[in-house]
């Protein structure tokens, strides 16, 4: 297993004010969201190896829906089964063109577990 990437939120139209701090201030790199991602907007970042996506989602009280974590697993399957042999409560999450499963821990943090590289 092995971090992916990392999501953080921003409000609608963010977009010119993340890229400006994220490549202009940071160094990052921009790189291109999946297409049927684009028309949620955000923007998404190379950070030396690791993806940092700039989700947008609206400000509110509470934990945002977007923020979570994200793990690369070879046998995602594998995993999903033993975690809910365990008790943990595993989700299909809304529909994206990779392979994945959501899950939260303990104390509430949302995590994506997805299969490298597999598209569906």
């Not at 033993?82 to 999450?93: F, K, P, Q, Y």
């Not at 303990?106 to 598209?119: D, K, Q, S, T, Y």
């Given at each position: 297993m092995y971090l992916s990437h990392v999501n953080v939120t921003?409000?609608?139209g963010g977009e010119p004010q993340a890229r400006a701090f994220y490549v202009g201030c940071l160094g990052m790199r921009e790189i291109p969201k999946p297409e049927p991602l684009c028309e949620e907007g955000g923007v998404w970042f190379d950070a030396g190896g690791l993806e940092l996506h700039v989700s947008i989602e609206e400000p509110r009280a509470g934990a945002g829906n977007q923020l979570h974590i994200g793990f690369g697993c070879g046998d995602l399957d594998g995993l999903r089964a033993?975690?809910?042999?365990?008790?943990?409560?595993?989700?299909?999450?809304p529909k994206v063109p990779w392979k994945r499963f959501l899950l939260h821990d303990?104390?509430?943090?949302?995590?994506?577990?997805?299969?490298?590289?597999?598209?569906?």
């Open positions: 921003m409000p609608k033993r975690l809910e042999a365990a008790g943990v409560v595993t989700e299909n999450g303990p104390f509430g943090n949302r995590i994506e577990i997805h299969a490298p590289g597999v598209r569906v």
